[in-house]
């Protein structure tokens, strides 16, 4: 443990957040076997604020968990998917120094106006208004600074603390906390990197040209590092401020499909999307298109995972409940008491109340996440890809209903999904994957001369061995061996009725009924077998007619 004074005062704080929030269902999953934990109620919509208090690490640490239905309970979540950055600008003077420190020069010759007061302020960094020599207007995003020191030292407590839980609470165990840490301080790392931001909006800028009411601001490399990034101004307003008599202006329901149909060309087929769709990261342009900002957060999908998640979306929302459990589970990772038929019958449930719900009330990002809960309950691990998934769309079943409130997302993933079929198919066929099938069929050609070869002078000269592993190996065994019995008995009672028949003309002083005793004795012991058999037969076919029921 680290015990300097700042590691003591995070390890208070954050001590005193699992207290607070430390209610029943939460206890529940923290209590050390040794003992609980006891927290008092707490209502789960002060949770944002008491994150917004200890600091910009955990800000991003919320947004984050808002998207992990299998990690927090769903009261916590709502509040959490709303967390916002509300933290006050820091001074013009460091933000000038960053800015030319980066660029190497001074910032009045690096722009032509530069505005002092921030257009937009975040946890991270915030954004100017500024325009380029030849007065194109442009947006410039800068670090905070020593935000990465600060991360890293936050992000050592939560270690530390994590490394605990795991050694102490079935929680911790359960979950993998420091794994999921890992995972969540590899994120923060990436949307520190400004460069890598600007790379992804190139990347999405591409990807979407097919969409013509979909615009991402586009970076201006000689302007960008790591820690400051300088993109296009794209004038507009957020889509929360957007008034009913706007609404009037606009074709909400067209733009509301056009956005879906492109996250799901993201999520599906360019392996590459936007991770925080929330409606502050949307804005309506004067020209009436939706443009996508804040691209710090992507997510990754790959083609196997892509074929599985849309096989899980077409389930959900078509009502097939076995396909979405069959699914979920060939994508997830079981754990040692992972209850497979609980998991199936919740699903069930799951999909069926999705079908029986009204239009306003349909959200296929609710159901994706449901999924994720439910496999956590079951003791299965599913991907994070599963809980970014449902992140997304439940954040787009919102932007879509403040364009159109009518809008429904299941029926939108039906009208698209022979689309998305067929850019899979697209994809599959591509020159380069051809090229690569010709050359793996020209191998297989080339060598199979001289693999037949091998095989004809294995059997020439009785060397042809066959090794055969098949599963459930004592089960195969038990089973010829019950059928060898029961041919076995039938020929015992055939030549023992064929020997009566004989015997029958043999006249002897022993007699019984009036007939030679031997042959009597030999059908009687014939009859009883065959009686027996035929007995055996019936019942354990009955026994497996049940079985199969089960």
């Known amino acids: 443990m680290k015990l300097s004074p700042r590691y003591l005062k995070r390890y208070k704080d954050i001590g005193v957040l699992l207290m607070k929030y430390g209610e029943p269902e939460m206890v529940s999953r923290f209590a050390a076997e040794g003992g609980e934990l006891k927290g008092g109620e707490s ?20 947004q984050l968990l808002s998207s992990r239905a299998d990690l927090l309970p769903e009261r916590y979540l709502k509040p959490l998917s709303r967390l916002q950055d509300r933290v ?52 410039v995003k800068v670090q905070r600074p020593n935000i990465a020191k600060q991360i890293e030292e936050d992000f050592a407590a939560l270690e530390e603390i994590a490394r605990f839980l795991n050694r102490h609470t079935r929680f911790g165990r359960k979950y993998q906390l420091t794994r999921i840490l890992g995972e969540f301080e590899n994120t923060l790392l990436h949307e520190l990197n400004y460069r890598r931001e600007a790379a992804n909006l190139e990347t999405l800028a591409t990807h979407l040209q097919k969409f013509p009411q979909i615009r991402v601001p586009l970076p201006i490399a000689d302007y960008t590092t790591s820690k400051i990034l300088t993109m296009d101004y794209i004038e507009g307003k957020k889509i929360t401020e957007l008034t009913p008599l706007a609404r009037l202006d606009i074709d909400g329901g067209a733009l509301a499909e056009e956005l879906f149909r492109a996250y799901l060309q993201q999520v599906l087929v360019d392996g590459v999307f936007h991770a925080d769709p929330h409606p502050g990261n949307i804005f309506l342009t004067t020209d009436c298109r939706i443009a996508l900002l804040d ?35 060939r994508i997830s990772e079981p754990g040692d008491n992972f209850n497979e038929m609980d998991f199936r019958h919740r699903i069930s449930q799951l999909v069926a109340e999705q079908q029986n719900s009204t239009l306003c009330d349909m959200d296929i990002g609710k159901a994706i996440l449901e999924v994720g809960r439910t496999a956590a309950d079951t003791n299965l691990y599913v991907p994070t890809e599963l809980s970014l998934l449902g992140k997304t769309l439940l954040q787009l079943d919102e932007v879509g209903r403040i364009l159109e409130p009518d809008f429904n997302p299941n029926e939108s993933i039906r009208r698209n ?11 599959s066929v591509t020159e380069g ?3 690569a099938n010709l050359l793996d069929a020209k191998q297989f050609i080339g060598a199979l001369p001289t693999r037949l070869a091998k095989i004809m002078d294995a059997v020439g000269n009785a060397e042809l061995n066959v090794n055969v592993k098949p599963s459930e190996t004592q089960f195969l065994v038990e089973s010829a061996q019950k059928v060898a019995n029961r041919i076995t008995t039938g020929l015992i009672l055939a030549a023992l009725i064929v020997g009566a028949a004989l015997l029958m003309r043999v006249q002897t002083t022993f007699t019984l009924f009036g007939y030679p005793g031997l042959a009597m004795i030999c059908f009687i012991a014939a009859g009883g077998g065959g009686f027996w058999l035929v007995l055996d037969i019936l019942w354990t076919d009955h026994r497996s007619k049940i079985r199969s029921k089960r």
């Open 295 to 329: 691209l710090g957060m992507v997510g990754y999908t790959t083609p196997s995972m892509q074929e599985h998640l849309l096989k899980l979306l077409l389930a959900v929302s078509q009502g097939e409940s076995d396909e979405a459990a069959e699914v979920a589970i």
């Open 433 to 435: 994957k051809l090229f």
């Open 417 to 427: 999904s022979s689309a998305l079929l067929h850019e899979r198919l697209k994809l």
């Open 88 to 139: 006050k600008p820091f001074r013009y003077e460091d933000m000038e120094f960053i800015v030319e420190t980066e660029l190497g020069t001074r910032i009045n010759k690096a722009f032509c106006c530069f505005e002092r007061e921030p257009l937009a302020v975040a946890s991270l960094g915030q954004v100017h208004r500024a325009a380029l020599h030849d007065g194109r207007p442009v947006v």
């Open 43 to 62: 209502n789960g919509s002060e949770l944002p604020d008491d994150l917004e208090k200890l600091g910009p690490t955990y800000v991003k640490l919320g």
